[in-house]
């Protein structure tokens, strides 16, 4: 079945810094990647994805991703984070050997010092 | 204009009630889901409906029971709350089932308290 792993627990950046949240993946065939937000007390909020073409994906709020086939890795980064994008960031892989099902990691806190 | 929403936000109920959270969504999406988030944030699938038909039924016990009434509507019935079903419940609605890009649209979440 498919997985993703977020390694870290919590990501600690100063505002203006780059922001990189990590994400690896693990699926049979082609993955279909997704990053979205949860602000405290509020639903996902979709970010990003990656279905297929180029490998850099531009995303909401001045995100993007880019997709590493051979680390099979997409992480979400940031050039200037700000106090406003401190929230919890869940990474999330569907395959077609995989059900359908959406596979959520364990999520990772981002907390943007000012 | 809300794409999913779903009612109540907030619940705080004895053990042995029963309650049910509602959901509808706008976008005209054929599938429609239920998550659950539990106190660590592990966001884990319930069920999915495509099309007013079950197609995904994950572990769950049977208190649990999906009801939709029409493609745009998704409600979660519990009987029976006990303490470990406190957790945060939300529904989600995608284009289709199959169309493994489609992207899975999230309500705002129902924050159940059972005490």
């Known amino acids: 079945a498919q997985s993703v792993a977020q390694p870290e627990d919590q990501v600690n950046v100063a505002e203006g810094n780059p922001l990189t949240v990590k994400c690896t993946y693990s699926v049979s065939g082609n993955p279909y990647l997704f990053w979205y937000v949860q602000y405290p007390n509020r639903g996902l909020q979709f970010l990003l994805k990656?279905?297929?073409?180029?490998?850099l994906v531009k995303g909401s709020y001045g995100f993007e991703a880019e997709f590493n086939k051979s680390q099979t890795s997409f992480h979400l980064k940031k050039p200037s984070a700000l106090v406003s994008d401190s929230a919890l960031y869940f990474c999330a892989v569907r395959a077609f050997y995989g059900n359908n099902r959406l596979a959520f990691g364990k999520g990772n806190q981002v907390v943007v010092i000012p | 204009d809300t794409a999913v929403s779903q009612t109540p936000k907030y619940l705080v109920t004895q053990m042995g009630n029963d309650k049910s959270i509602k959901c509808e969504q706008n976008?005209?999406?054929?599938?429609m889901y239920w998550y659950k988030q539990d106190s660590k944030k592990f966001l884990k699938i319930m069920f999915s409906?495509?099309?007013?038909?079950?197609?995904i039924n994950e572990t769950v016990p049977n208190r649990f029971s999906p009801k939709s009434p029409d493609k745009a509507h998704l409600n979660l019935h519990i009987n029976s709350l006990e303490l470990g079903d406190s957790a945060v419940y939300f529904c989600a609605s995608s284009e289709t089932q199959t169309g493994l890009g489609n992207t899975i649209y999230f309500g705002e979440g129902s924050w159940l308290t059972v005490v």
């Open positions: 990656y279905i297929t073409g180029d490998n």
């Open positions: 409906y495509n099309n007013k038909e079950l197609i």
């Open positions: 976008l005209g999406h054929d599938t």
